[in-house]
């Protein structure tokens, strides 16, 4: 199996390092003086066992700031050096947890001077459970104490050789490590280091997250609703065990259908449909402010033509079949919704990653996270080929991964009473153009929330959403409206409560001019001029989503077989096929998930639909 390390290079390197680590522009807490510094030096402290660990080895060490670098994590290299990082104490706490064989190490960088009063946690990123550096140097230098964890797990982005036992069974300890009780842990050792160094405990504690660190974000408000005042989790991979086996679809599909589009002939599907669908929400600026209502045809680009590395290619009926069924996301084989797909606008070719072979044909290239799920997490081998999955037997390992890992790291838990009841905020950005993980899969989650919780005014006191158009995973290639310090406005919300009503953004030209935006809250939608109802910068307008853009599992499809056709390229979908979105789950399965539940296992099974357990 081939994977592509270099898509996830490109797509995944701002996610690594959280495009938005500080909250340069938020004030220190009024009550607290800048330049708080320890009471005790960089000694090594005592540290209290959380429950259910051992406290293997605890060592404090001072380190100068200055100029800092960090180490090259495969597949990426080392990122820049931090500049300008205040002298600071980096205490490392290693925990165990008995009859795991787990070594879960913490650190906690602590800055001698200009401490603000705050304590930052800092997530991770694909298979990585916590930072390497670069978060934590950042938030130092904007005064914050910061910690991160490893759970214990091996520390690199794609290496999953910790999740099988020497049995071949999944190590369920670490797996739990890393979906959950690790990142409670460090909160909880972390804040108390923080209190012992300064004397105090720290006035406001924050998380901060991209893509996993967004999950794990997001896994905090639901289970250890205390551990945080205000989480930013951003992209967040909730709804874990249905998303990433989603996202090996495309690849799936190309397989199935026996067609390999060049990244160029998807982008040409791609630049189509924004231009068709882009004036819609009254504004002609490239970007898209619903992807899931663009119903754009692409059988419109069958038999154009497409300029590849200095050849022309002809876009082919299979090149529009393979993208279509990519966009309307992945199904059982009788055509049942699963999950969502790839949203219009955004790239293709990150998960439909293709290869040149030497006879001139093309043949797939998995992206990592996926892959690396269904082989070693559901098939339980690493050296499995996904390119033989087919239609059929992807339904199966969808619905075996939701049967075994969602009460592990599912993360898609709508109760957060507790969180609203510890006086908790939870703001979220999610990029329209997201190509790795479904924005729907976001607007699902929020949709649940507020179907249990009051409605969204209700859920909006203490948990707000922001959907960027053009924007891409965790914001990483800088297009679209990108928010431009979304901890300042967490910090704002959680300290002062000024709940943000939009979120400062700003699109940046081809010649790096700054044009300030702003994204509206959801459910609104950030629009042009055309259906405005209240103003969020500069000619950009706050309006309500489309329905379609709403719908959870029933947005609008380029079905072949049911679908007309409009001049500018969109089509209206027949009634009766726009019906399959929505099913329930059988009693068998519901019956099936619950002595899993209540036995709390792990248990290798098949062939039972979970795809509606929301419901």
Sequence with gaps: MRISAFAFTGALALSVAAPFPVGAASAAPASL????????????????????????????????????????????????????????????????????????????????????????AIGGSAYAAGDFGPGLANAVKAGYAAATTDAGVTPAYLDVGWALTSDGGINTPLLENFADRSQHEMALVGKEVTAAFYGRRADYSYWNGCSTGGRQGYMEAQRHPDDFDGILANAPAINWDRYVPATLWPQVVMNEE???????????????????????????????????????????????????????????AADAEVVRRI??????????????????GAALDALAGTKANADGSRSGVPFPVPAVWVSTFLERDPAFDPSTLTYARFAQLFEQSSVEYNRVIGTDDPDLAGFRAAGGKLLTFHGLADQLIPVQGTVDYRERVQELMGGADEVDSFYRLFLAPGVDHCAGGGTG?????????????????????????????????????????YPLITTGSGRDTENAADGHHCAPASKAALSPLSAPTADSGGSVTSDDGTHTDRPELAATGERTTSLLLAAAAAVLLGLGLVTRTTGRSVRNRRR
């Design 33 to 120: 003086p800048l330049g708080g510094g320890p009471s005790s030096g960089c000694a090594t402290p005592s540290v209290t066992a959380p429950p259910g660990t051992e406290v293997e080895s605890v060592k404090g060490v001072r380190r100068a700031g200055g100029t800092v670098t960090f180490p090259a994590v495969a597949p990426q290299p080392a990122p820049p050096p931090a500049t300008g990082v205040p002298a600071y104490c980096e205490v490392t706490v290693t925990l165990a947890h008995p009859g795991a064989g787990d070594h879960a190490h913490i650190r906690i960088w602590l800055p001698e001077t200009g401490w603000t009063g705050r304590f930052q």
């Design 258 to 316: 026996r067609d390999f589009p060049a990244p160029c002939v998807l982008d040409a599907f791609t630049q189509a449909a924004v231009k068709a669908c882009d004036p819609r929400d009254g504004a002609t600026d490239g970007f898209l402010a619903e992807p899931a209502a663009c119903t754009f045809d692409p059988r419109r680009l069958v038999g154009k033509t497409v300029e590849c590395e200095g050849r022309k290619v002809t876009v082919s």
């Design 327 to 344: 966009w309307d996301g992945p199904t059982t084989p009788s055509g049942e919704k699963l999950w969502y797909g790839v949203p219009v």
């Design 481 to 521: 409206l990108v928010p431009t310090d979304p901890l300042a406005s967490l910090t704002d919300w959680v300290e002062k409560g000024q709940a943000p009503d939009t979120l400062p953004a700003a699109v940046t030209d081809a010649a790096g001019k700054k044009t300030p935006r702003a994204l509206c809250r």
